[in-house]
């Protein structure tokens, strides 16, 4: 008898902790109730005022080219807008050049090296499309394992 309970507490348990993760919609569709984050900058990065590395290329290239670049080290220049440390094991950071629109102006890297807010550096890494790391975290593109040069 104590064995059904249990199993009923822990069922009607985990049923509360579920109906609190997720909430219907207007549409009466299931949305999760996960914030949206925002990672794009209130920094202005005017159009040219950031070099292509050589022979890279531009935060806004990496999106219209993202099937091209998939699985291939590519570098990219640009001013760090955000960085996040030692999430997942992974220093995190969003970096614009001047290109691109909203949706395709910002890239996000990780690496094991840290980088400052602000800073102008070089990052090489391996390219992704469509990377998922769970529920609300999807990336279009994403450079992972780079390496960050600042410059000045």
Same mark, same amino acid.
């Given at each position: 008898m104590k064995v059904i309970k249990i199993v009923i507490f822990c069922v009607a348990a985990s049923a509360l902790i579920i109906?609190?993760? =997720? !909430? $219907?919609?207007?549409?009466?569709?299931?949305?999760?109730?996960?914030?949206k984050i925002d990672t794009q900058s209130k920094m202005d990065i005017?159009?040219?005022?950031?070099?292509?590395?050589d022979g890279g290329y531009t935060v806004e290239e990496c999106f219209s080219m993202k099937?091209?670049? =998939? !699985? $291939?080290?590519?570098a990219?220049?640009?001013?760090?807008?955000?960085?996040?440390?030692?999430?997942?094991?992974?220093?995190w950071l969003h970096i614009q050049d001047g290109t691109g629109?909203?949706?395709?102006?910002?890239?996000?890297?990780?690496s094991m090296?840290?980088?400052?807010?602000?800073?102008?550096v070089l990052v090489k890494g391996k390219m992704a499309a469509d990377k998922t790391f769970g529920p609300g975290y999807v990336y279009?593109?994403?450079m992972e394992g780079a390496t960050i040069a600042a410059e000045k």
């Open positions: 109906s609190g993760c =997720k !909430d $219907k919609g207007k549409s009466g569709d299931v949305v999760e109730q996960h914030p005017k159009q040219g005022s950031i070099k292509k590395a099937d091209q670049i =998939k !699985d $291939k080290t590519i990219v220049r640009g001013k760090v807008v955000k960085f996040n440390g030692d999430i997942m094991s992974r220093n629109k909203e949706g395709t102006n910002d890239l996000t890297v990780t090296e840290k980088a400052e807010v602000g800073q102008t279009k593109v994403i």
